[in-house]
């Protein structure tokens, strides 16, 4: 197997956990400031369990920023295509956790300076050594950063590699409800591999059945439609009909912040692992996506034991 990197594009914040589940963000006393951001914890998942990861962020040029350049090189994440500003703070999320450790989130991000990423940092030697680049919706608003995505996508697909997409929908970040929609809608068909959830799948697609809304998913470039159900286990879909299940481990969930990160972070490791590219998505089978689809709900019931989102992923010694 190759030593190809995961290219993983958009925001790198901090998650500020509460010290209290179950209750209004008035009653928390405290908060724990950790490393966070999907793309972020994708590459972190991808990297605990082995593999080699980049990102293309902006930070502020701030404590915070610091904090997370220092923290993602910790974590093995390769940090030297990121750049740092002094026109824009870091961005930071307070997050509210109830008592199932579901979370909502409040944001501090109006610009951020991830937002103002520029489409010119965007360097076609980066891509040179992918396996794939993954990216989600919440860096795709009216901002420069959205035009890097896809100065990204379009050298991914240069360099032959796989693109995979979570649209990981915050309508708090959006102007409004249906420019969020609609702009999950538009890059959808630029993807390889779209990853959502059972939340996500009416407000995306208007179907409440994941059978029904796959001719909406199955559009463009997409071969195969990765769908996680929570504790109810998780689905996924190729496009030429071959599909699989795996149910969810039993455990009770103390923070699910980052879980459908780690998700697809550890599905497109077992991914690599399997030698999968781009070219070759219709010729999984159906055992090899079934035991992707379980590994990485086993990754993520070890990881929503733990407070955090790279912090709680699990490396390969701990999955064992």
Same mark, same amino acid.
């Given at each position: 197997?190759?030593?190809?990197? +995961? !290219?993983?594009?958009?925001?790198?914040?901090?998650?500020? !956990?509460?010290?209290?589940? #179950?209750?209004?963000?008035?009653?928390?006393?405290?908060?724990?400031?950790?490393? @966070?951001?999907?793309?972020?914890?994708?590459?972190?998942? $991808?990297?605990? %369990?082995?593999?080699?990861?980049?990102?293309?962020?902006?930070? #502020?040029? =701030?404590?915070? @920023?610091?904090?997370?350049?220092?923290?993602?090189? #910790?974590?093995? !994440?390769?940090?030297?295509?990121?750049? $740092?500003?002094?026109?824009?703070?870091?961005? %930071?999320?307070?997050?509210?956790? @109830?008592?199932?450790?579901?979370?909502t989130f409040s944001f501090y991000r109006n610009p951020s300076a991830d937002m103002l990423y520029a489409p010119e940092n965007v360097r076609s030697e980066y891509f040179e050594d992918a396996f794939a680049l993954h990216f989600c919706s919440v860096s795709l608003g009216d901002f420069p950063m959205k035009e890097a995505h896809r100065c990204a996508v379009s050298e991914m697909r240069r360099h032959g590699g796989i693109v995979s997409f979570d649209p990981n929908l915050r309508p708090q970040l959006w102007k409004s409800y249906d420019s969020m929609i609609n /702009?999950?809608? &538009? $890059?959808?068909? =630029?993807?390889?591999?779209?990853?959502?959830?059972?939340? &996500?799948? $009416?407000? !995306?697609?208007?179907?409440?059945?994941? &059978?029904?809304?796959?001719?909406?998913?199955? /559009?463009?470039?997409?071969? +195969?439609?990765?769908?996680?159900?929570?504790?109810?286990g998780a689905h996924a879909f190729l496009r030429n009909g071959i599909s699989a299940f795996s149910t969810a481990g039993n455990v009770k969930a103390v923070d699910t912040t980052g879980a459908g990160d780690g998700f697809i972070g550890s599905f497109l490791w077992k991914l690599h692992q399997l030698g999968v590219s781009s070219g070759n998505i219709n010729n999984i089978n159906e055992n090899e996506l079934k035991a992707c689809l379980a590994f990485s709900n086993k990754f993520c019931s070890r990881s929503v034991q733990k407070s955090g989102a790279i912090d709680s992923y699990p490396d390969m010694n701990d999955y064992n």
């Open positions: 197997m190759d030593n190809k990197a +995961l !290219i993983a594009i958009g925001e790198a914040l901090i998650d500020f !956990i509460p010290d209290r589940h #179950g209750c209004n963000f008035s009653d928390v006393s405290a908060f724990s400031p950790k490393l @966070g951001g999907a793309p972020a914890n994708v590459c972190g998942a $991808f990297s605990r %369990l082995g593999g080699r990861s980049r990102l293309l962020t902006q930070l #502020g040029n =701030d404590p915070f @920023g610091h904090k997370i350049f220092n923290e993602l090189g #910790g974590y093995g !994440i390769d940090t030297s295509c990121i750049k $740092f500003t002094d026109n824009a703070n870091t961005a %930071l999320a307070f997050v509210s956790l @109830g008592a199932d450790g579901n979370r /702009t999950v809608l &538009e $890059f959808i068909p =630029d993807a390889d591999i779209i990853k959502l959830s059972d939340e &996500e799948l $009416f407000p !995306i697609t208007g179907e409440k059945n994941i &059978e029904k809304a796959l001719p909406v998913l199955f /559009t463009g470039n997409v071969k +195969l439609v990765v769908y996680t159900c929570g504790k109810d």
